[in-house]
Each structure stands twice: as C-alpha cells, then as structure tokens.
C-alpha cells in the first residue's frame, strides 16, 4: 500500500510503525457491580503501575524530561488522592469512574493555586489516563515510548508532543491530518524529523508494518518489496556519506544579499542555527515557551528566556514575536472564551489586546533582555488586520522601549493595505502559512484541503508582491518567515516579490542558501512574473521549474 501526504522537509526513513493511541473517552458514570474491596485492589495496582511507567519513561528521557515524569509518579503514588479514589469506590462509584474524578478533582484543586502547582495542573489529565487504561487493560496514551526506533503513526500531534518527541527513538512521522503548515509539521521541520503530513489513509498501517518514509516525495510506501528496501537503504547511508555544504550569508548569484534567519521556538536551538549559517533570527515563537503554562508568565521569567536568546545572537539582528495565542496554540491565560472557529477569533494581537498588562508584561521583559545584551532586536505582532492595530502596537512597543517595531502580514486585509500600514510600522514579516490560510479559505490543520494549503498559490504571490512592492516604496525590510521560505525554488521566487530577509527552520536554510547563489535578482523577478500570472499554484511551479531548467541548461551550453 502506497499512501500520499504531504512531505515536510527532504528526508528519508525506513522502519516499523507504531500507531499513537486515541485519548480514551470519560469512563461512564454505570452502577458498580464489584466488590468495593476489589476494586481498590485493582485501583492500587494500576496506581503503582502507572507511577513505574512513568518513572521508566523519566529514565529512558533524562533531563529535564525525567524530572517532569518523576513528578507525574509522585502524583499516582500520593495518598490522599488514593484516598480520595477509596471514598468514591465507597460511595458506589466503578474503579475507572472514581480514578476519574479524584483526579479531575484534584486537577482542579491544583488550578485554583495558580503558579507552579497550576501549571503542573495538566499533567494529572495524563497520569489520569494512564491509570484508567491500566485498568482497563488497554495501550496508554500519548506517544508510545517502545526500546527500539519507530515511525509513529498519528492523527495529528499536539505541539507539547512534537516538542517531546524521543529523536533517538522516532525515525519519521506520519500524520493522517495536519497540512504543511500544521505546527506539527513546522515543529517537525524545526528539529529535522522525517515527516510527510495529511496522509489520509496513515491511521490504517497496522502496528509493526515496515514503512519506507519519503518527505521529499511525500510517499509513504507499505511493505516495501526488498529492492525498494535496498534503494531506500542505500540512499540513506548516501546521504549520511555526502559532505557538509559550506555555510556563508546568503546572497543571489549577483551579489545581492538576502539574509538568511532562522524560526527558533526556545534559545535551545541558538547554537545549532547559528553552526547552519543563520545570520540571526527571523522569527522566535514565544508561545512555544509556554504552551503548558497555565497562568501568564512574569516579567522576569520572560526577561531570563528572552536575554539567554539575544546572548546567543550577540550583535546579529533577532526578531520576537509577542505571544501568538489561539487557533491550534492555545495559551490557557489568554484564550478562555471557547470559539467555533478559532483560527478567526481572538487570536494574535487581538488576544494580547483583550489582555493588555500581559502584552505589557512581555515588551517589558523584551526591552530589559535587549538593554542587558548586544543583539539587535526587533519586535512584531502576530495576525496584524488593520492600519489601526499596527498604530496600537508599535506605538506601545515604542513607549515601552523598543526601537524596531513591525507587524506581521498574515491576512490579506494586512496585505492589500500594506502601503498604509508599512508607514506606521519599522518593518512587516510576512507569515504565509496563515496568508494561505486566509487567502484560500482553508484551516492549515484539515488534512481533507491541504492541497489548498499551497503557497505557491497565484493569489497569494500577487498579496505577497504587494507587500514587496510597499516595502521598497517605503524604504522599509520585508522579511519572509513563514515555511513558504523553506522550499528553495519559492525561496528565489519570494525575493523577486520583493522579501529582503528569509526566514526558516536552521534545517532547511543549506539548500535555501544554495539555491539563492544560482539566480540573479532580474532572473528571480523573471521567476516571480511566471508565477503570477500562472493560473494556480501547481502551474505556477512547474513554470519556474521550466525555467530554472533551460536557464540551468543554457549555462551549461555556454560554459562548454
Ligand atoms: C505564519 O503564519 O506563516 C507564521 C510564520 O506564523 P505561525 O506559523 O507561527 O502561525
Ligand atoms: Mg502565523
């Protein structure tokens, strides 16, 4: 069985899937029908169970992962919450049931502390389910953690557990939904795992089926017949054999420079970007930073995360943007309202705006970082719509101390505007994963139209040449951080529109970087024009790949 998604990235792997078990359902609310005193027998079994499972995952971590699942084991090993299980069994409850609600209590009780007991409030939803599947006798769930590497096999993955994935354990990952700019797949491409995403049929690979997984493709070939194995194979020791290419700033084969920065979601990834050539940062998710928090972080917690980053980037240019919440990052201190449909709710700056001390709070510890180091930072909002939003934000990052302010242009209302807004802001970023989104209608997490989730897209060239066009009449940077930046030929493309800067995950800035040496800026506008007046974005690809290749071939001809 052969499956088609969409590959993230150029890598390959080989080897046995596993699948990501569905969350389990609310264990009913039924009439006991077992001996109380049998019940607590198997409650404390699965309590103890669960805790050594957990305490195993810890060890096979390390880190600072261990110290977190040690404190889940202490929580299934605390008394009073196995009394509390005992109680309800008493007042008639089923073993499942109980566990269930002594530790919905529990989490509730730890919520209404706030702080650091709050926010360790969520992992009791997963120690609640691990205790319950023992019970039940069922897989956990959450990623399994086998001994031996594996292709996991998921629906889609939330971004805490992409973040926490095992790279010594996860050889690929295929999800069933999530399009290209899923943070799933962004996060993917952040830390270099084989992943193709929006494979429809990926859910029915049975447990232990061999896979061969090819993001550069996006196939994903079952059962592979023992050639396609040995090719796989011998491609994979190729690649690990072929030499490192050098990094240097990037720049068009005229000269022209085009920075090339790095989308970073925690300083950990400083020195790895910085070792593949990132002249600095383009874009640094803050949200990712606090993904579990439960409450907003303060000023100095922010202030130490912020200032380790611009250390790292001394003297080089780094771009933060404030917390991006809502849609698939929720961030639980800022988006409480449930919404029908997230991704056009209180999302981005409007969510900050709705909470105005806590964006405070975050330019704040911004400006402290930046007068503590020697980066030169930059700050922008995300999911910028109006002239007037612009006006509010690089206003108050101005009053609060911030030079560079700009906005980013994610919604074509920010686009189309862009002459207007480029006046009142320092610079625009443009993100194009939610410029797809917007343009075409289509929610980037719906495996069902990722095929409209295509930055190649006409219409979203046209929306992105029209910032280039503002931002050269204004004088003012125009960089590109969405993942539109990653692949090479759209790379050469974006810059033709207009983009100064590019910015993507450090994985892919090598053959970024290569492809920008090939084409001078006319050549790069020539490519831009092709694709505009293209009729949709597959047209509009194999139009420049057309003319990438006989420019290729005629200065090969000439050289001879
Ligand atoms: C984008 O939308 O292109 C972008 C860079 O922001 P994010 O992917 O974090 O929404
Ligand atoms: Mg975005």
Known sequence: MNLQGVGIGRGLAIGPVLRMPDPLPEPTDSVRETAGDVEKVRVAGALAAAAADIRLR??????AAQ???????FMAEDPTLKDDVDTRIDGGKTAE???????????????SMGGYMGERATDLNDVSQRVVAHLQGVAAPGVPTPDYPFVLIARDLAPADTALLDLDKVLALVTSDGGPTSHTAILAREKSIVAVVGAPDALKLPDGEIVIVDATSGLVTAAPSDEQRAAAEAALVARANATVVPVGPGALADGTPVPLLANLGSADGALDAIAKGAEGVGLFRTEFLFLDSTTAPTVDEQQEKYTQLLAAFAGKKVVVRALDAGADKPLSFLNDEPEENPALGLRGLRALRANEPILRDQLTA?????????ADLWVMAPMVSTVEETRYFTALAHELGLKTAGVMVEV?????????????ADFASIGTNDLTQYTLAADRLLGSVASFQDPWHPAVLRLVGEVGRAGALLGKPVGICGEAAADPALAVVLVGLGATTLSMSPAALADVRAELALYTLEQAKEFAELALSANSAVEAR???????STLTTTTLIESE
Not at 58 to 63: K, N, V
Not at 412 to 424: F, G, N, T, V
Request: hydrophobic share 60%; proline share 2%; charged share 25%.
């Open 97 to 111: 049931r109980a566990v269930f609600e002594a530790f919905a209590a529990f989490r509730d009780l730890l919520l």
């Open 542 to 548: 194999a139009a420049v790949a057309d003319a990438a």
């Open 412 to 424: 074509p209302a920010a686009a189309l505007l862009a002459d207007r807004i480029l006046k009142d």
């Open 366 to 374: 911004l400006a402290n970082a930046d007068a503590a180091t020697s």
């Open 67 to 73: 110290d977190v699942l040690d404190a889940q084991a």
């Open 58 to 63: 810890g060890q096979r971590a390390g880190g």
